[in-house]
């Protein structure tokens, strides 16, 4: 039995296998074509401009206590508006009151020590020879006496003090609560004229303080007048003297750093801002530096852009860019940048491709923007401009 003869094959026309062709292959040459000319025209995009991104400045300040110590009123509440030296918050004065009573306790001891050194001068064991000498001694305890009735005055003024400012917030307080119904007139009159009698303490003992330190000056010139005449025995009388001018020179001190911890009682804006987030209220304990509040400076004119390697040398001080927001619709303004950083950095998450991973820029400094254009970290876009001449 033969084998059957192989088909023949029908040969298919010229054009007609060139329309299979341009079915089968043309599409996919176009489509490799169009994502080689993409990638060209992306790469002379990235090359022409070199796209940066970068985040509006924000500039916070923590507002702490700089003592441990009892919140007594925070008058701001989240996201209020603050001018620069308002009162944001006022600690208890409890603490500062107890430290006075206690730094006048201790200068009546030492009253009770200059009275006692005031009989001992007429021992005859203190050596002290000759009228000028013991004339000498009766006039530096007198300075002494003085000086610690200024000090005195002093501290009870302090008193005062700390205890017109307490009133004050309270007064205030009732003031919010007199307008709102809660309480009546008469608490509020109560609270305001116990102020108003400490502003007239405070008043008089300004002047009673004024005329103590002028007598402690007149003792002093008395002082130092007779030691000249007492001569060489004016040692003697001041090395019996040192003890008590040493301790009376602590209180001093103390009274001093009371007075300025006293101007700490009350917290205020170090800048105008917006408060941003409160960790303390009214009553609650706060450690020395823990923050209360935090206030976010409301100035939004200042980017930090950060540049890839392959860029660092096409970005330089005054460079002209142009910042794009990403709101909608978005936001074009023209500046250029003012600083250069001084170190590769890592970019904040907001600004890396993938925020798990970390990326690396050269930070620069762009400011001159439009007052009120921009909120404080926002994320902007950012491109290089052509030079005039046209180069890159």
Do not use: C
């Amino acid at each position: 039995m033969s084998k059957a003869a192989p088909p023949k094959k029908v040969p298919i026309p010229f054009s007609q296998r060139l329309i299979y062709w341009r079915v089968r292959f043309l599409p996919i040459a176009v489509w490799i074509g169009a994502i080689a000319v993409a990638l060209v025209i992306a790469e002379r995009q990235r090359r022409a401009h070199a796209p940066l991104t970068g985040i509006v400045e924000i500039r916070e300040a923590a507002i702490a206590s700089p003592y441990d110590g009892v919140l007594a009123a925070l008058e701001v509440d989240l996201f209020d508006g603050v001018e620069e030296g308002e009162v944001l918050a006022r600690m208890n004065e409890d603490l500062l009151l107890a430290e006075l009573a206690t730094g006048r306790a201790e200068l009546q001891r030492r009253r009770a020590e200059l009275d006692q050194r005031r009989r001992e001068i007429q021992w005859e064991d203190l050596r002290i020879e000759g009228e000028e000498v013991l004339e000498l001694g009766r006039l530096a305890l007198e300075e002494e006496e003085a000086r610690l009735d200024v000090l005195d005055r002093e501290a009870a003024l302090q008193v005062a003090r700390v205890q017109h400012e307490g009133q004050t917030v309270v007064l205030e307080r009732l003031s919010e609560l007199l307008e709102q119904d809660v309480i009546d007139r008469a608490a509020y009159d109560e609270a305001f004229y116990t102020r108003e009698a400490t502003a007239a303490r405070i008043a008089e003992g300004e002047t009673s303080l004024s005329a103590a330190r002028e007598l402690y000056e007149q003792a002093t010139r008395r002082r130092a007048a007779q030691e000249d005449a007492a001569g060489r025995y004016a040692r003697d009388v001041l090395a019996w003297l040192a003890p008590l001018e040493e301790a009376i020179a602590v209180q001093e001190s103390f009274l001093a750093e009371i007075a300025s911890r006293r101007e700490l009682l009350t917290l205020r804006a170090p800048i105008s801002g917006k408060v941003t987030s409160v960790q303390a209220h009214s009553g609650q304990t706060v450690m020395s530096g823990a923050p209360v509040l935090t206030i976010a400076d409301d100035r939004a004119d200042r980017v930090i852009a950060f540049v890839d390697e392959r860029h660092l040398g096409r970005v330089e001080a005054a460079t002209e860019v142009e910042l794009r927001t990403r709101r909608t619709p978005p936001g074009v303004y023209r500046t250029r940048v003012s600083r250069l950083g001084g170190q590769v950095e890592e970019m904040p998450e907001q600004l890396r491709r993938n925020p798990l991973l970390p990326q690396w820029g050269f930070p620069v400094l762009i400011e001159d923007i439009p007052a009120g254009s921009l909120n404080p970290g926002e994320v902007v876009d950012i491109r290089i401009l052509p030079t005039a001449s046209g180069g890159q």
